[in-house]
């Protein structure tokens, strides 16, 4: 991988778009969280009107699951949502004609077809078509209660563990987080059931939650990721999918959409 990353071209990468990247501000540092418009657009819209009304700051990591997530937010619903909506429609398929889609060849056991639609881990049904985005490592997603129409994203959690794809199709995912997860997987787990946290002492105060845009440019984390629509990332998968180094001695000749890691790196 790193060979062929050392080797890509300026046009195999994209920037961020700003107004479409997440500050998530801990004690311990920054997470960058790249948003999935095109999948979730009134959850998009939801979350960012809560992070310009401040609503996010001061609250705290409520819950730490080993081997599955961590989520934060406001789990008691006792600050108010200024001008948020209260409940959303669920976003869980998107029509597969209005995402781009460069699919795996690999077979998958959750969906007809999986591949990566433009920076996201994704999954399609020609039969129907539908696509929606997949629970690897690093996505985030929009808690809700038993109706499918009861979330709002004011409470928002990364996968840290093996992928969960039982979750597909049954929550609205928001994004992934690019850089800053090593802060997230590595918090201490919650002692509570679900891994809540059950003392207030426990929990990781959350210092501030920004869109990049509003953010000064001096003060931006400057990323850009590998397009998956270029021949770089069409190798990457195939490194990934048979190992050549020499520690391997049996190529495996298939991989997991969420064993393909997409790149970051600075801009």
């Not at 669920?90 to 077979?107: I, K, Q, S, Y």
């Not at 490592?137 to 794809?165: F, K, T």
């Not at 953010?215 to 998956?228: C, I, K, N």
């Amino acid at each position: 991988m790193a060979a062929i990353i050392a080797a890509s071209k300026p046009s195999d990468w994209q920037p961020l778009d700003p107004e479409n990247t997440l500050y998530l501000q801990l004690p311990t540092g920054r997470v960058v969280i790249e948003l999935a418009p095109k999948f979730a657009p009134q959850y998009v819209a939801n979350i960012k009107t809560l992070a310009r009304e401040r609503y996010f700051d001061g609250l705290a990591i409520e819950r730490v699951q080993d081997n599955f997530v961590v989520q934060w937010g406001d789990a008691a619903h006792t600050k108010p949502l200024g001008t948020a909506k209260r409940s959303l429609p669920a976003e869980f398929l998107v029509p597969a004609r209005d995402v781009p889609f460069t699919p795996l060849a690999d077979p998958d056991t959750y969906a007809p077809q999986v591949g990566f639609a433009g920076e996201f881990p994704a999954a399609r049904d020609p039969a129907i078509g539908r696509a929606w985005l997949v629970h690897c490592y690093g996505m985030v997603g929009a808690g809700r209660d038993d109706d499918v129409d009861s979330g709002n994203g004011s409470e928002l959690y990364a996968v840290i563990g093996q992928a969960p794809r039982q979750l597909d199709r049954n929550v609205a995912l928001v994004g992934r987080v690019v850089q800053g997860m090593e802060l997230l997987s590595s918090l201490p787990r919650g002692p509570g059931p679900l891994g809540f946290y059950t003392k207030g002492e426990q929990r990781m105060r959350i210092e501030s939650v920004r869109i990049a845009a509003d953010v000064p440019r001096r003060e931006r984390s400057r990323l850009e990721v590998m397009r998956t629509d270029t021949r770089a990332f069409a190798e990457l998968i195939e490194a990934r999918r048979n190992r050549r180094d020499s520690w391997y001695k049996v190529p495996a000749d298939r991989v997991d959409v969420c064993n393909i890691p997409i790149p970051v790196r600075r801009q």
